[in-house]
Nanobody, 124 residues
C-alpha cells in the first residue's frame, strides 16, 4: 500500500510560480503511474498532469500545457508539479495520486492512492 502526502501549496500572485511535492511512503513509486488533480469550490475534480513509471511519458491537461511540468524522483519517493505563469483559474486544492497502469491516466476513478491535498491560491 502507498501513502501520499502533498506539500508546497500557498498564496501567490498571478504570473508567479509554485512547486508542489508528493512524498510517498509504504512503497516506492517504481512501476506506478502518478497524477496530479485539482478541485476548485463548486467544480468537479479534474486531471492536471500524469507521469508514467519511466519518468518520461507525460500527460497534461490543455489548460496547463506549457506552464506546468510534472516530474518524479523514484529514489527519493517523491513526485513534483512545477507550476509557472499561474493564473487565478488555477486556484484549487491539488491532489497527488498513484496507480499501477498508465491507461486512463486522466481518469480519477482509476487511481488507487490519494494524498490529502494542498491548497493553491492565485490572486489577481
Amino acid at each position: 500500500q502507498v501513502q501520499l502526502v502533498e506539500s508546497g501549496g500557498g498564496l501567490v500572485q498571478a504570473g508567479g510560480s509554485l512547486r508542489l511535492s508528493c512524498t510517498a511512503s509504504g512503497r516506492t513509486f517504481s512501476s506506478y503511474t502518478m497524477g496530479w488533480f485539482r478541485q476548485a469550490p463548486g467544480k468537479e475534480r479534474e486531471s492536471v498532469a500524469g507521469l508514467n513509471w519511466d519518468g518520461r511519458t507525460t500527460y497534461y491537461a490543455d489548460s496547463v500545457k506549457c506552464r506546468f511540468t510534472i516530474s518524479r524522483d523514484n529514489a527519493k519517493h517523491t513526485g513534483y508539479l512545477q507550476m509557472n505563469s499561474l493564473k487565478p483559474e488555477d486556484t484549487a486544492l491539488y491532489y497527488c495520486a498513484a496507480k499501477t497502469r498508465w491507461v486512463g491516466v486522466a481518469s480519477d476513478s482509476t487511481y488507487d492512492y490519494w494524498g490529502q491535498g494542498t491548497q493553491v491560491t492565485v490572486s489577481s
